[in-house]
């Protein structure tokens, strides 16, 4: 297996992990934007949003419910989430995940 997220998820690449239960993972990003920066990803290979399915709503429910509980596990009062999906908008790794950020006051600014 060649993905990255994976590999984290089997435990052969370390992370900074900061949650994990049977069908989540959450770790800090390895090249944080801002103060606080990390992400949620599905244990399940999902590519990306495109190639989600209805099988997979109770999965995207709960990456989302988790932001905002980790968020402020970490010190945040607001935070924000990007999900890029395929190569044009961005992604650069193909297994689906969520990037939550913020802590400084460039947000605050945009």
Avoid: W
Avoid at 2 to 18: A, L, Q, R, V, Y
Wanted: aromatic share 8%; proline share 4%; charged share 25%.
């Amino acid at each position: 297996m060649t993905c990255i997220f994976c590999k984290i998820i089997d435990g052969s690449i370390p992370s900074k992990k900061i949650f994990e239960n049977d069908e989540l993972i959450a770790f800090h990003d390895a090249h944080p934007i801002d103060k606080v920066h990390f992400l949620i990803t599905p244990k399940k290979h999902i590519e990306n949003l495109i190639s989600c399915s209805e099988t997979d709503k109770d999965i995207l429910s709960n990456m989302l419910l988790l932001a905002p509980r980790l968020a402020k596990e970490l010190g945040l009062k607001g935070f924000r989430t990007m999900i890029n999906s395929g190569a044009e908008g961005g992604q650069e790794v193909f297994h689906m995940h969520f990037h939550v950020y913020g802590g400084s006051s460039k947000l605050a600014k945009i």
